[in-house]
Each structure stands twice: as C-alpha cells, then as structure tokens.
C-alpha cells in the first residue's frame, strides 16, 4: 500500500547535525513533489521544505533556510533532510508528507514522523 | 507572509451536530487551501484540497467553500470519529510559502 515510512530522529546536543530519511512506497515516487512537516510538542504544523519531483528546486522554511538540506534519491524511492545547527526550538516530530501533485500545495500522504529532541 | 487564523480555537459538541469551522486568510489566495483532520499521537489526514475538493476516501459529511480570504470546514452530521484538531492550510506557489492555521480542536460536549 501506499506508504511513507521515517527514520533518523533521536536526541543531538544544541548545534548538532542530524540526517533524517523517508522511505517511500507504493506509489511512483519519482513523480512527485515532497515535503518535510514539523510539530513541535504540543503545537501546531509547520511547513519545513519542498523538493520538487526531480529535485532540481527546492524551498525552504525562513525558520530553516540556510541550516537545512532537502534531498531525494529516486534511485532509492527515499526523501533526505540534512538538519545542521540544530537548535532547541527544532525540537519536533518531523513528517515527510507527499504532495498532491508535482507542487498543489496539499499533502495526501504522511509518514507517521519521526521525534527529533535537541538538548543538552 | 500569508497568516492564517481559525475560530473557534475549540468547540464541544454531541453527535449529531452540525459544525462549522471558520479560516481567514490574512491577504487573497484565491482557492488555495486545504484542511487536515489531527487525533492525538497520529499524523494529519488531508480531508479537502483547493478550498472545496473532497479528498479521496474522506466521508461525504465533510465539505469546505470559500475563496479569497474566508474559508469553511463543516462537518454536517458529527460522528464518533469526528473528534480531533482541525488544521488549515494555505499555499502560494510563488514564492513558495506554505502556512498552517493554529488548530480547532473539536471534542465531545
């Protein structure tokens, strides 16, 4: 079935690195556009970034620019987050989510998320 | 950027009832919204996509109207299942900004 599986969370120290990855499944999915998702505990969604379908643009959150990587192996069906200089306030669980379409702009499939905890 | 506000923040309500959720977007953006259903623990779930689409596979009781800057969830008939936060979301292609509202959390009256 269609499917978004993530690994790679867990617990770095303040200015950290950590690589988050995103396994995806039945669904072509070279042919889409995909996102990463936050939620930090007991908040609310915030958008991180998009890839589109062939990796050749990417966006960024103003919250993660410059400290963030997108990327995607379609060789692999897997979506990539590269987070450096983590801070506390990255702390969240992080969705990769699918895009509708190559970029509509909505999210028809989640993973379940994966917990990132930045601490000392 | 683009806010987005909902209301009611939290509502109670029975089975049954008929409930309406409110996002205000804080400049145009045409169609470009979609709401997500949340229960705790779990990942969101897209319901409606381009302010008033019906997902595949979502229940007919749900529907979404509005264009420009004023949008509506309503969930006609609530059932059991029903009770979760509800999330708007807003898109803008160029430059790409995706926004989230704050959340309506519904629960049992």
């Known amino acids: 079935q269609v499917q978004l599986v993530e690994s790679g969370g867990g617990v770095v120290q303040p200015g950290g690195s950590l690589r988050l990855s995103c396994a995806a499944s039945?669904?072509?999915?070279?042919?889409?556009?995909m996102h990463w998702v936050r939620q930090a505990p007991g908040k609310g969604l915030e958008w991180v970034a998009f890839?589109?379908?062939?990796?050749?643009?990417?966006y960024y959150a103003d919250s993660v620019k410059g400290r963030f990587t997108i990327s995607r192996d379609n060789s692999k069906n897997t979506l990539y987050l590269q987070m450096n200089s983590l801070r506390a306030e990255d702390t969240a669980v992080y969705y990769c989510?699918?895009?509708?379409?190559?970029?509509?702009?909505?999210?028809?499939?989640w993973g379940q998320g994966t917990m990132v905890t930045v601490s000392s | 950027a683009i806010q987005l506000t909902q209301s009611p923040s939290s509502l109670s309500a029975s089975v049954g009832d008929r409930v309406t959720i409110t996002c205000r977007a804080s400049?145009?953006?045409?169609?470009?919204l979609a709401w997500y259903q949340q229960k705790p623990g779990k990942a969101p779930k897209l319901l409606i996509y381009d302010a008033s689409s019906l997902e595949s596979g979502v229940p007919s009781r749900f529907s979404g109207s509005g264009s420009g800057t004023d949008f509506t969830l309503t969930i006609s008939s609530l059932q059991p299942e029903d009770f979760a936060t509800y999330y708007c979301q807003q898109f803008n292609s160029y430059p790409l900004r995706i926004t989230f509202g704050p959340g309506t959390k519904v629960d049992i009256k």
């Open positions: 039945g669904f072509t999915f070279s042919s889409y556009g």
């Open positions: 989510a699918k895009d509708l379409g190559e970029l509509l702009g909505a999210f028809d499939i």
């Open positions: 400049q145009g953006i045409s169609s470009a």
């Open positions: 890839i589109r379908y062939d990796g050749s643009n990417k």
